[in-house]
C-alpha cells in the first residue's frame, strides 16, 4: 500500500492532577527521524515512542511533543520561605540605605514582595519526575500513534489515486504519440526526398556512399521508437511500484526522473507539430507526478 509522509495525530489526557496533550506531526524526509520533545522527567517514554513509529514508519521527519499541566484548582501556588525572607533582608538594607543618603522611601507592601521571582510560584507548568499517570500517558502514546499511522495511510490512499489518474493520462499520451508515427514518417520522407533532390541537383560530384551514410544517420537520429518504448516500460513498472508492498517512494522518485528524461528526448527529436504537443504534455503530467511523489514513503 502507499503510505504518505505527511500526516498529524493528537490527543488530551488527564489523570489526577495532571493534564497532558500530545502531538505528532511528519513532513518529507529521506529516511526516519524521530524527535520527541519531552518534559524532564519523561525520558523514559523516549524509547517507547521510537519503537512504536518505527513499527510504522519507514521514512519521514516526525516530530512528537509532549506538554504536561497541572489543574491550577488543585493548589499549586507555592511560597518560597528562603526567597521571601532574601527579598525582606534586601529591602530592609534598601530602607537603611536611602535614609543614610536623606531619601524618603514609601512603605513596602507585602504583595509587591510576592510578585517578585521566585517567591510566590503560580506556574501550572510541571516536569514529570515520580508522576504517576506516566502508564496513562504512554497508553495515549501507543493510541496517538496507531492514530498517526492511520492518517498516513488515509493520505497515502488519496496520493494511491492522484498517481494511478497520472500514470493513466501518461499512458494515454503515449498511445497518441505511437498514433502520430505513420503521419510523422511520411512528413518526414516528404521533406527528406525534396532536400535529397536539392542536394544532387545543386551539389557536383556527390559521394553517394557520403550520402547515403548522412542520410542514415540522420533517420537514426529522428527516430523515437526508442523512447517510446521505454516510456511504455515505465508505465508499466509504475502501475507495477502502485500495487507494491513497503515504501516505494525513492523507487518512484528516480521512475519519474526516467520519465522526464524520455519526454525531453522526444521532444528534441519530434520535428513534428503534434509529437511536439504531446511531449510538452507528458512533460506538464510527470512534473506534477514527481511533485506528488515527494510525499510517498
Known sequence: MV????????????????????EIRSVNGRGLDVRPRLPEGCETLEPVIKAQIAKYCKRGNVNVSLRLRRDASVGLAHLNAEA?????VAVEQAGTAAEAAGLTVAPVQAVELLKLRGVFDLSSETDAKELPCLPAIKAD???????FAAARAAEGAALKGILTAQVDEIARLHTAALATLPARQEKMTDVLRVNVAKVLANGEGVDADRLAQELALLVVKSDVAEELDRLGAHITAARELLLAEGPIGRKFDFLTQEFNREANTLCSKANFTELTAIGLDLKTVIDQMREQVQNVE
Not at 84 to 88: G, P
Open 3 to 22: 503510505n504518505s509522509m505527511t500526516a498529524f495525530a493528537s490527543c488530551a489526557g488527564a489523570e489526577q492532577d495532571v493534564r497532558w496533550t500530545l
Open 84 to 88: 521571601l525572607a532574601q527579598a525582606v
Open 141 to 147: 502514546i501507543m493510541k496517538t500513534v496507531a492514530e
